[in-house]
């Protein structure tokens, strides 16, 4: 099992910009899905974005589309999270997963990060 382990979190105002990585242990093309989950205080973890294997197939929440990019580079066993155009409501402990299957939910997910902490506040 792959070991997952996130940085690049912090503190950024609103409007800001942040780049999260999620650095793989081992290769990461057994799995058919990597995805950014992230979970604010007191509320259920959600979904943010996922990425293909191959990188040609991407989600977003609607809550981050247009404002957030994911993306992979495989030889370096890397997934980012490009989060551009901050909001608050994007405060949130952000983690890294792999699914070997398709679907980008986090009940599909079979390895998963600890976390790194988003905090947008001015």
């Known amino acids: 099992q792959v070991q997952l382990v996130e940085s690049g979190g912090g503190l950024v105002q609103p409007g800001g910009s942040l780049r999260l990585s999620c650095a793989a242990s081992?290769?990461?093309?057994?799995?058919?899905?990597m995805g950014w989950f992230r979970q604010a205080p007191g509320k259920e973890r959600e979904g943010v974005s996922c990425?293909?294997?191959?990188?040609?197939?991407?989600s977003y929440a609607d809550s981050v589309q247009g404002r957030f990019t994911v993306s992979r580079d495989n030889a370096k066993n890397t997934v980012y999270l490009q989060m551009n155009s901050l909001k608050p409501e994007d405060t949130a402990v952000y983690y890294c997963?792999?699914?070997?299957?398709?679907?980008?939910?986090?009940?599909?997910?079979?390895?998963w990060g600890k976390g790194t902490l988003v905090t947008v506040s001015s």
């Open positions: 997963a792999a699914g070997l299957g398709r679907l980008c939910e986090a009940s599909g997910m079979n390895s």
């Open positions: 081992g290769s990461t093309l057994i799995y058919a899905t």
């Open positions: 990425i293909s294997r191959s990188g040609g197939s991407t």
